[in-house]
C-alpha cells in the first residue's frame, strides 16, 4: 500500500446532532467508508481533528468510549471560524475526521483501584470517554465517583448521561453550579468545582482522580486533592494547547521539550512536575 | 556620545528613568540596546547610522514596565512618537524623549509639544533612491507597475518584518489573524501578499510618518516603504497634510472636507 | 564514493545535461541585490560572487504554501482529491552549500517522526543535492560550531569543489549523485587527487554545542532570554530563511463548493502562534518566544529527535532587521 | 484590448448603500427602464461600510468590473458615510494606480432613490467600457497562484 497522506482526513456522516448546552453541540459521526470504520480503533483520552470543510480544522478529543463500536462522538464549543462552521453542518452532511492521535489514561493500570473524575465546564468531554469506558467494564474498578460543575445549570453538558450516572447505584455522581448559576429547582451542590471536591473528600486509597477543566480550576483542584493525601502518580490530567497537525511536526503544542500531541494529551501529575507550568 | 553617555548613565543612576532605550555597535550596523543600568548606559552610541526607529518598542508593555523610560531618538523616531502621542498612545508622563542634535548635543523634551516644535525645522523629503524607484515606476506603463509589484510581491514570504517594525502598528491583533472574515489568506502568494500591503497602506494612510522602518526590515528587500510614501506625497496636497508632521486634526480617514474632490465619481 | 575531476567545458556540458533531462534546477541567482533560489536554464544565470542566499532551499521539499488535498462539496457530500506524489518534478538544487544539505536531516527528522509525511518526502525523494563547499565564509557563518564544515558532504549527493582552473573537484556520494554525473559521463575526468581542503574557507569554531545543551538543560528559568530578546521584534524573518525551521499552520482556501487545505510556514515568533481558543496564550511575551527558539533547535531536537536543529548557516542573524545574531547569543549562553 | 469583444459578457459586481443606490436601481426596475444585466447588486447600509477589500475579492474571484454607488454628498442617512468612503476612494485609487491595478474598472457614482435612469446609465456605460477593457484575467491569473506548478513541488 502507497503511504497514506497524514493530512488527508477520513470522510464521516453526522449520523446525530445533541445540543448540550447553549453553544455546545455532541455529533454522532459514523464512517463512510466501511473498511475505514472496521480498521478503526482508538483507545480513552485520544483526540482528533475533526474538520468543516470550507472552514478548516480544530482539535478535540473523541467523547465517545472506545468499548462503544461503530461511531465516535465529539462535543465542542462554538467559538472560532472552525466550530461554527461544524455548528452550521446538519445531521447528515459530510465533515472530515483525522485521528486518534496522542496517548491514553493508563486504563489497564487502573485495574482493581477506585476512579474519581473531576471535570468543569466543557471538560467533561475529554472525561466522558474515560468514564463510559470505565463503566462499561464496571467490575475492573472499585468505587467510581464524578465530581462535574458548570457555570450554571444550562452549562452543565450530558444532561442524560447525568441522569443515568445519577441512577447508578455503583456511582457516586456529584454535581455543581457556580454559585448564582443555580435554578429554584436545582438538587445538586452550589459553589466551585475544589471546594466540592474538598467536602465530597474522596478517600485517597488505592485511588486514581482525574481532572479536567480550565486552567484555573485544575490550579485550584490540585491542592485540595493534595491535602485530601494524593500522590502526585495518582493525579491525572489533560493538557489542551494549540494545535494543527496532531502528529509532532507543526510546533504550536511544544510544553518544553515535550509534545501535547505526541508525548499527551494525557499526563500525571508527576509528568507535570518536570515540565514548565507556564507553557501550558 | 560621552554626553549622551553620561546623560543616561546619570537618569539611570538617580533613578530617573529605569530604563534607556538606545543603540549600541552592532555586528555590521547600530542596533537597538536597552539599557537597565548606568554602567550599560557605556555602551551607548549615537550617529547618523542609527536607522532603526525605536519608537517601535513603547507600545510593547512587557518592555516598558511601570517606571519611567528614556528614549534617544531619531528625527523620524519623533515624528513617530508624536503620532503615537495623538493617538493616545503614550503616557507623556512616563516617557523622557532625548536627542542628539547636528551639534551633539544632548536635547531633552520636557513635553509632546517641544518635540512638535523641534521637528517642524526637519521637512521630510524622498531620499534619492527613493525618488529614482518613484519616478521609474511613474514612468512606467500600467501593467508594467503592476509586473514589477507582483514580481516584488512573489518575494514576500509574509514574516511581517514589515509590521513588527513600525512604530505605528500596534494593534495586538491585527486584520492578517481575524479570521471571520479572512481578508487576507495567512500564507505566503503574490496576490495574499499584495492584499497584505495595501490593507498595511490603507491602515496607514494619514498616519504613516515616512520613517522607512518598513522598507529596512524587510528581509528580502522589497520596497514596501514606497506604497505608504507615495501616499503620504499623494494626499498632503490633496487634504491639507505636511509629509512628516502628524496633525492633530485626525488622520487622512477619519476626517472629511465637503469639497473633497469628486472627479472621478460620476 | 567516487571521486573525479571535471573542467570548465565540462562543467558546461553536464549542466546542460541536466537541463535537458528535464529535471527542474533551481541555484542561486541574484536579483534586485539579493542572492535567491530560482529556476534556471543555463550556467551563466548562477550567481558567483556572494556568501549565502537570503533564503535557504527548504522550500524545495516544504513549500511555503503546499495544497494538502482538494475537495468539492456536493449535496451534503464531499469528494476528496488527494495530494498525487506524481505531480512532483525531479528537482535538482545546484550550487546549495554544506550548510543547506545538512539542513535536510533535521527537516527530515521533523516530517517523518513516527508519522511519515508523504508530502515532504514526495518532494525530498526527487530532489538531488548539488552541494558547492565554500571557499569563502563571513563572520555569521559557523558551521564548525555545529558539526559541519565549508566541505562537510553529509546530506549531498555530489560535492563539487572549485579549481582555479574553472575546473571542480567531484564526489559522487549517493547513488542519486552518480545517476546526475551519468547524465553526462563523457564530461568527467578521473581523479587530480588535488587537496580539497586547500580550498575551503576558514571557519573557525566558536563554541561546542554539546556544552550549549548541557546548559540549555536547565535554563529554562535564566533570565538570558529576556536579556536577549528584548530588541527582538516578533517577525517571522529568522524562522522563513532557517533551512531547519519547520512549524507550519494549516488553512483553508474555500470557494464557494470546491476548497484545498493548504500548509503553511509559520513561526514559534509571532505572538498567537500558541494562542488558545479560551485566549490564554502559553508564550504571551517575546522572551517566552526566543527562549523556544533557541531551546527547540538546540535541546529539544536534539533530544527527542537526535538531530541539531542549527546547521550554522547564519541566514538568521542576516536577515534579522535588528540584528538578533544568534552566534552572539549562543556564544554568550555558552560562557555563562 | 480583447479580440472577442462579441463574445465577452463583462462580470461586474456593484457595492451599493441601502438608502440611495439600492432604492435608485429598484426604481429603475419599476420603471421598466432596460438595462444590462451583467451586474450582481450587493447591498450595504452605507458607503461607509464598504471596505476597500471588497473590490479586491471581487476581482480575484472573477468579477471583471466593480461599481460602488451611495447617496449624493448631503445626503447620507447616517449624515458623514458617503463623505468619509469618498476619502477612502480617493485614497485607494492613488494606491491601487501605483501598483498597477486597473482602476478603470471600479466605477463609483452618487445614484439617489430618484435616479433610476441615472443608474441604468451607470450601469449600462460601465458594461461598454468594461466590454471594451476586455477580461480581467492580468489579475485572476494571480488570483489561482496555488495551482502552479511552483507552488505544489
Known amino acids: 500500500m502507497s503511504e497514506q497522506n497524514i493530512y488527508l482526513p477520513y470522510l464521516m456522516t453526522i449520523d446525530k446532532i445533541t445540543n448540550e448546552a447553549p453553544g455546545v453541540k455532541t455529533f454522532k459521526l459514523k464512517f463512510q467508508n466501511e473498511e475505514e470504520a472496521n480498521a478503526f480503533n482508538f483507545k480513552a483520552g485520544q483526540f482528533g481533528e475533526y474538520s468543516a470543510f470550507g472552514e478548516g480544522e480544530s482539535t478535540f478529543c473523541i467523547a465517545s468510549a472506545p468499548t462503544r463500536k461503530g461511531y465516535i462522538e465529539c462535543t465542542f464549543r462554538e467559538t472560532g471560524k472552525v466550530t461554527s462552521g461544524l455548528a452550521d453542518l446538519e445531521e447528515g452532511s459530510t465533515m472530515g475526521f483525522r485521528g486518534p492521535f496522542g496517548n491514553t489514561f493508563p486504563m489497564d493500570e487502573w485495574k482493581g483501584k477506585s476512579l474519581v473524575f473531576i471535570a468543569g465546564g466543557i471538560a467533561l468531554p475529554p472525561m466522558r470517554c474515560v468514564i463510559q469506558n470505565a463503566l462499561d467494564l464496571r467490575e475492573n474498578f472499585k468505587d467510581i465517583t464524578i465530581v462535574y460543575g458548570a457555570k450554571s445549570v444550562n452549562d452543565l453538558v450530558y444532561k442524560d448521561e447525568l441522569k443515568e450516572w445519577a441512577d447508578r447505584p455503583d456511582v457516586n455522581l456529584v454535581t455543581t453550579v457556580d454559585p448564582g448559576g443555580e435554578t429554584p429547582d436545582w438538587k445538586g451542590e452550589i459553589g466551585f468545582v475544589p471546594s466540592i471536591v474538598d467536602k465530597t473528600a474522596p478517600s485517597p486509597e488505592n485511588t486514581i482522580a482525574i481532572v479536567c477543566g480550565p486552567p484555573i480550576m485544575i490550579k485550584f483542584t490540585f491542592p485540595v486533592l493534595e491535602k485530601l493525601g494524593f500522590k502526585d502518580n495518582q493525579i491525572y490530567t489533560t493538557l489542551e494547547n494549540r494545535m494543527k497537525c496532531g502528529v509532532g511536526k507543526c510546533g504550536r503544542c511544544n510544553v518544553g521539550k515535550l509534545y501535547v500531541c505526541k508525548d499527551g494529551p494525557v499526563f500525571s501529575k508527576e509528568q507535570l512536575n518536570n515540565i514548565p507550568a507556564e507553557e501550558y | 556620545m560621552d554626553k549622551l553617555r553620561q546623560r543616561a548613565a546619570a537618569l539611570l543612576a538617580d533613578g530617573t528613568v529605569t530604563l534607556v532605550i538606545g543603540y549600541e555597535e552592532g555586528t555590521n550596523k547600530p542596533r537597538p540596546i536597552f539599557c537597565h543600568t548606568a554602567e550599560e548606559a557605556e555602551k551607548l552610541i549615537y550617529s547618523s547610522h542609527c536607522i532603526h526607529n525605536l519608537a517601535v518598542y513603547l507600545t510593547k508593555k512587557e518592555l516598558m514596565g511601570t517606571g519611567k523610560v528614556a528614549i534617544t531618538a531619531t528625527i523620524p523616531a519623533l515624528r513617530s512618537i508624536l503620532q503615537l502621542a495623538i493617538e493616545n498612545q503614550l503616557n507623556e508622563e512616563n516617557l523622557l524623549v532625548i536627542t542628539v542634535t547636528d551639534k551633539e548635543e544632548v536635547k531633552e523634551f520636557a513635553n509632546f509639544a517641544e518635540i512638535e516644535a523641534y521637528i517642524a ?15 521609474k515606476l511613474e514612468g512606467m506603463s500600467r501593467e508594467e507597475r503592476f509586473k514589477f509589484w507582483m514580481e516584488e510581491m512573489s518575494h514576500c514570504f509574509k514574516c511581517y518584518a514589515c509590521r513588527a517594525a513600525c512604530p505605528l502598528c500596534y494593534c495586538t491583533k491585527c486584520i492578517v489573524e481575524e479570521n471571520r472574515p479572512q481578508w487576507i489568506n495567512p500564507w505566503a502568494a503574490p496576490l495574499a501578499n499584495m492584499e497584505w500591503q495595501i490593507n498595511r497602506a490603507m491602515h496607514m494612510a494619514g498616519r504613516c510618518t515616512g520613517c522607512g522602518a518598513c522598507g529596512d526590515a524587510c528581509p528580502v528587500g522589497i520596497p514596501i516603504h514606497l506604497l505608504t510614501r507615495k501616499m503620504m506625497e499623494d494626499l498632503a496636497p490633496e487634504f491639507g497634510f505636511t509629509p512628516g508632521q502628524p496633525s492633530k486634526n485626525g488622520n487622512a480617514l477619519s476626517t472629511w472636507k465637503a469639497d473633497d474632490k469628486e472627479n472621478f465619481i460620476r | 564514493m567516487e571521486t573525479k575531476y571535471i573542467s570548465k567545458n565540462g562543467l558546461n556540458e553536464w549542466f546542460s545535461q541536466i537541463v535537458k533531462s528535464g529535471k527542474r534546477v533551481y541555484a542561486p541567482v541574484k536579483e534586485r541585490e539579493q542572492v535567491e533560489f530560482k529556476k534556471v536554464q543555463a550556467l551563466s544565470e548562477v550567481a558567483d560572487e556572494y556568501i549565502q542566499t537570503t533564503q535557504s532551499i527548504k522550500s524545495a521539499v516544504f513549500p511555503r504554501a503546499e495544497v494538502l488535498f482538494s475537495y468539492e462539496k456536493e449535496s451534503g457530500k464531499v469528494n476528496v482529491e488527494d495530494f498525487n506524489p506524481d505531480t512532483v ?10 550548510c543547506d544539505a545538512a539542513g535536510f536531516k ?21 530532489t538531488t543535492l548539488v552541494t558547492f563547499s565554500c571557499a569563502k565564509a563571513d563572520k555569521s557563518c559557523f558551521c564548525t560550531s555545529v558539526n559541519g564544515g565549508p566541505g562537510n558532504t553529509a546530506g549531498s549527493d555530489v560535492q563539487l569543489t572549485m579549481l582555479p582552473d574553472g575546473g571542480a573537484i567531484v564526489e559522487i556520494l549517493t547513488p542519486k549523485g552518480e545517476a546526475l554525473v551519468q547524465l553526462a559521463a563523457s564530461a568527467f575526468e578521473n581523479d587530480k587527487e588535488e587537496d580539497k581542503s586547500k580550498y575551503l574557507a576558514d571557519v573557525p569554531q566558536m563554541f561546542d554545542v554539546e556544552a550549549i545543551k548541557a546548559k540549555l538543560a536547565t535554563a529554562f528559568d535564566s533570565p538570558v532570554w529576556k536579556e536577549q530578546s528584548e530588541r527582538c521584534l516578533g517577525c517571522g524573518a529568522c524562522a522563513f530563511v532557517c533551512p531547519t525551521c519547520a512549524c507550519f499552520d494549516i488553512q483553508e482556501d474555500a470557494h464557494g463548493s470546491k476548497g484545498k487545505r493548504i500548509r503553511c510556514w509559520d513561526s514559534c515568533g509571532f505572538s498567537l502562534f500558541t494562542k488558545h481558543t479560551s485566549g490564554h496564550n502559553p508564550r504571551a511575551v517575546q522572551s517566552q518566544r526566543w527562549r523556544q527558539r533557541i531551546l527547540h533547535k538546540f535541546s529539544y531536537m536534539p533530544d527527542r529527535l537526535s538531530v541539531l536543529g542549527c546547521t550554522g548557516c547564519g541566514r538568521c542573524s542576516r536577515a534579522c532587521p535588528v540584528d538578533m545574531n544568534i552566534l552572539e547569543h549562543l556564544t554568550s549562553i555558552a560562557k555563562k | 484590448m480583447n479580440n472577442n469583444n462579441s463574445e465577452f459578457e463583462p462580470k461586474i459586481v456593484a457595492f451599493v448603500c441601502n438608502w440611495c443606490t439600492y432604492a435608485g436601481a429598484d426604481l429603475t426596475g419599476t420603471s421598466r427602464l432596460k438595462y444590462a444585466t451583467n451586474v450582481k447588486i450587493v447591498r450595504f447600509p452605507c458607503t461607509g461600510r464598504i471596505d476597500f477589500m471588497l473590490l479586491l475579492k471581487a476581482f480575484a474571484q ?7 454607488s451611495g447617496c449624493h454628498p448631503n445626503d447620507c442617512h447616517y449624515t458623514s458615510g458617503n463623505f468619509h468612503a ?8 492613488g494606491l491601487l494606480d501605483f501598483m498597477g491595478i486597473d ?40 488570483a489561482e497562484y496555488l495551482d502552479k506548478e511552483e507552488y505544489n513541488g
Open chain 3, 106 to 126: 533535521p527537516l527530515t527528522a521533523i516530517f517523518n517522526w513516527d508519522y511519515k509525511d508523504k508530502l515532504y518526502n514526495a518532494h525530498l525523494e526527487k
Open chain 4, 62 to 68: 472573477g468579477a471583471d468590473g466593480v461599481i460602488v
Open chain 3, 89 to 98: 518534478k525531479e528537482t535538482v538544487l545546484w550550487k546549495i552549500h554544506p
Open chain 4, 103 to 142: 482602476i478603470r474598472r471600479i466605477q463609483y457614482s452618487w445614484v439617489s432613490a430618484a435616479e433610476g435612469a441615472k443608474w441604468a446609465d451607470i450601469v449600462n456605460t460601465t458594461v461598454a467600457n468594461i466590454r471594451e477593457l476586455g477580461p480581467y484575467t492580468e489579475y485572476q491569473k494571480v
Open chain 4, 86 to 93: 469618498r476619502r477612502r476612494w480617493i485614497t485607494f485609487r
Open chain 2, 121 to 135: 525645522d526637519f521637512q521630510l523629503k524622498l531620499e534619492g533612491k527613493e525618488q529614482e524607484i518613484i519616478d
